[in-house]
């Protein structure tokens, strides 16, 4: 199968994703740490003032992290198995620019706008 994404522009897409993905990581475990409260909040963590913020806004955080982070292990995946930059809907071309500023979208413009 032809790469549909040039070699260095598609490790530089893997790079920001792979850090996206250790920072959402990051961010689970301490909402999980905030979220059961069994073990005492890390020092840095409470540094961040989030301690002090309701476990509504806290839980919402940690959904949010949790789908993104999905997406990201997904996008992953489609690089290991070279398809990635293509529409999971359409088989499109996803544009580079919108890949670059969203690495993880699995949709082209088109596809995305439709949702
Ligand atoms: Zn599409």
Partial sequence: MVALIERNVLDDLK?????????????LSKTHLHLHRSEPVPAD????????????????????????????????????KDTYGACVVCGDRINLKRLQAIPHT??????ASEK
Avoid: Y
């Fill in 15 to 27: 790079a920001q994703l792979l850090s996206e993905q250790k920072r959402l990581q990051d961010l």
């Fill in 45 to 80: 963590f409470a540094e961040q003032a989030i301690e002090t913020e309701n476990d509504q806004v806290v839980e919402a955080l940690d959904q949010e992290a949790q789908i993104e982070l999905s997406q990201i292990n997904k996008a992953l995946l489609r690089i290991e």
């Fill in 106 to 111: 699995p949709f082209c413009f088109t596809c």
